[in-house]
């Protein structure tokens, strides 16, 4: 008798099944620790420690939003209060269960195997992990010493690719994308995604607006950074709209869960408070680099998003990262080379960065001595 074998049975693209790595589990880790979880401060996955805005909980605790039924496939609504709140059509936004999803609506357009895409190393791991599903090769130009971008060499390779995918600020490093950049990457003809997770904690104006007017530029936005939504999962695209009829077109019709439209709804008739809460977390960002960078062994990275890479001189990211865990603070550290003496903290609230940064003190006393 024949048997099924799933593994393979999978696409010639998949059979070296990628792997995204996500978060660990924060029980898991807690658990490990003895820590009592309730008493964790989690910094590790650029989330925001406020969470949702005030409308945005009580609608999701409101029964006039209706998990029975399927939403708006056309998203309607949605789409009319992002236009608003950006100054955009409609017709130019298509809505995602996360950025994330946008990425791969894109994916499933235009990459198939064979096909180029380019990023600037270290970044977001989403695009490569989509450009390995699909088959797609990933021309990687490394970022330069501190982190700036290469531009000719990634102009030369935009020109040989479908796609070109960059964060502005990147992640993890925290640097803003110049413009010049942009405009030289756009006279490649090339699709451009400007990825703008964290543009609401930045100086940088965002390329929203332009992206509907310019064929191939396309701006991810998402809910779940400024908006304070991570776990409920929405994000969305602005482009020119030509392009968002056909994501809308190939998208899965019910890609957005009523919980996360009525909170998002409810978020962008709460952008005062958010932006407020924007603002008070780039003040701690920038107090919390002045503070760390006192300390002498850290380094960190002026960032322009809710979160600081930092090079540390003593030990390495992983031992300091374990360092902070026995602390109860889950920071994230990323096992590459150029990074593994480094680590990432998102900005907590004021008290929880008073204790982020004692903790910094106590672990390069403890290393000074080691
Ligand atoms: C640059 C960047 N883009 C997108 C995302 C994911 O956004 P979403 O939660 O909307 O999928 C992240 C999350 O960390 C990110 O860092």
């Given at each position: 008798m024949a048997v099924f074998d799933p593994r393979a049975a999978l696409r010639r693209s998949l059979r070296e099944l990628p792997a995204y790595a996500a978060l660990e589990d924060p029980a898991a880790i807690a658990a490990q620790y003895g820590l009592d979880i309730a008493d964790v401060i989690k910094?590790?996955?650029?989330?925001?420690?406020?969470?949702?805005s005030p409308k945005a909980l009580e609608a999701l605790r409101s029964?006039?939003?209706?998990?029975?039924v399927y939403g708006d496939a056309d998203q309607k609504d949605l789409r009319a209060a992002i236009g608003g709140y950006l100054g955009?059509?409609?017709?130019a936004i298509v809505v995602g269960s996360g950025s994330d999803e946008l990425i791969e609506i894109l994916f499933r357009l235009y990459m198939e195997e064979g096909d180029r895409i380019v990023t600037a190393s270290p970044t977001f791991g989403m695009y490569a992990f989509n450009a390995q599903v699909a088959g797609a090769e990933v021309v990687d130009v490394p970022l330069l010493e501190?982190?700036?971008?290469?531009t000719e060499a990634l102009v030369d390779a935009a020109m040989q690719s479908k796609a070109v995918f960059i964060p502005t600020p990147n992640n993890p490093t925290g640097n803003a994308l110049p413009l010049a950049v942009v405009d030289r990457l756009l006279e490649t003809g090339t699709m451009v995604v400007i990825d703008e997770a964290y543009i609401e904690f930045s100086r940088q104006p965002s390329l929203a607006k332009r992206a509907t007017e310019t064929p191939g530029l396309v701006v991810l936005r998402t809910?779940?950074?400024?908006?304070?939504?991570a776990g409920l999962r929405i994000g969305y695209g602005v482009m020119h709209p030509e392009m968002a009829s056909l994501l809308m077109q190939a998208?899965?019709?019910?890609?957005?869960?009523a919980a996360a439209e009525a909170a998002a709804l409810a978020s962008l008739r709460d952008v005062a408070v958010l932006d407020e809460r924007a603002c008070t977390l780039t003040g701690e960002r920038d107090r919390m680099s002045e503070a760390l960078a006192r300390l002498g062994w850290v380094h960190p990275y002026p960032s322009e998003a809710v979160f600081i890479l930092m090079r540390l001189d003593r030990g390495d990211g992983r031992l300091v990262r374990d360092g902070l865990r026995r602390r109860g603070i889950f920071a994230r550290f990323m096992d590459t080379p150029r990074l593994r003496d480094h680590i990432r903290i998102s900005i907590g609230l004021p008290e929880q960065n008073d204790r982020i940064i004692e903790a910094f003190r106590e672990i390069g006393e403890e290393l000074a001595n080691a």
């Amino acid at each position: 008798m024949a048997v099924f074998d799933p593994r393979a049975a999978l696409r010639r693209s998949l059979r070296e099944l990628p792997a995204y790595a996500a978060l660990e589990d924060p029980a898991a880790i807690a658990a490990q620790y003895g820590l009592d979880i309730a008493d964790v401060i989690k910094v590790d996955g650029n989330e925001n420690p406020y969470g949702p805005s005030p409308k945005a909980l009580e609608a999701l605790r409101s029964v006039a939003y209706e998990p029975h039924v399927y939403g708006d496939a056309d998203q309607k609504d949605l789409r009319a209060a992002i236009g608003g709140y950006l100054g955009v059509p409609p017709e130019a936004i298509v809505v995602g269960s996360g950025s994330d999803e946008l990425i791969e609506i894109l994916f499933r357009l235009y990459m198939e195997e064979g096909d180029r895409i380019v990023t600037a190393s270290p970044t977001f791991g989403m695009y490569a992990f989509n450009a390995q599903v699909a088959g797609a090769e990933v021309v990687d130009v490394p970022l330069l010493e501190g982190w700036t971008f290469d531009t000719e060499a990634l102009v030369d390779a935009a020109m040989q690719s479908k796609a070109v995918f960059i964060p502005t600020p990147n992640n993890p490093t925290g640097n803003a994308l110049p413009l010049a950049v942009v405009d030289r990457l756009l006279e490649t003809g090339t699709m451009v995604v400007i990825d703008e997770a964290y543009i609401e904690f930045s100086r940088q104006p965002s390329l929203a607006k332009r992206a509907t007017e310019t064929p191939g530029l396309v701006v991810l936005r998402t809910f779940s950074k400024w908006g304070g939504l991570a776990g409920l999962r929405i994000g969305y695209g602005v482009m020119h709209p030509e392009m968002a009829s056909l994501l809308m077109q190939a998208k899965d019709p019910y890609n957005v869960n009523a919980a996360a439209e009525a909170a998002a709804l409810a978020s962008l008739r709460d952008v005062a408070v958010l932006d407020e809460r924007a603002c008070t977390l780039t003040g701690e960002r920038d107090r919390m680099s002045e503070a760390l960078a006192r300390l002498g062994w850290v380094h960190p990275y002026p960032s322009e998003a809710v979160f600081i890479l930092m090079r540390l001189d003593r030990g390495d990211g992983r031992l300091v990262r374990d360092g902070l865990r026995r602390r109860g603070i889950f920071a994230r550290f990323m096992d590459t080379p150029r990074l593994r003496d480094h680590i990432r903290i998102s900005i907590g609230l004021p008290e929880q960065n008073d204790r982020i940064i004692e903790a910094f003190r106590e672990i390069g006393e403890e290393l000074a001595n080691a």
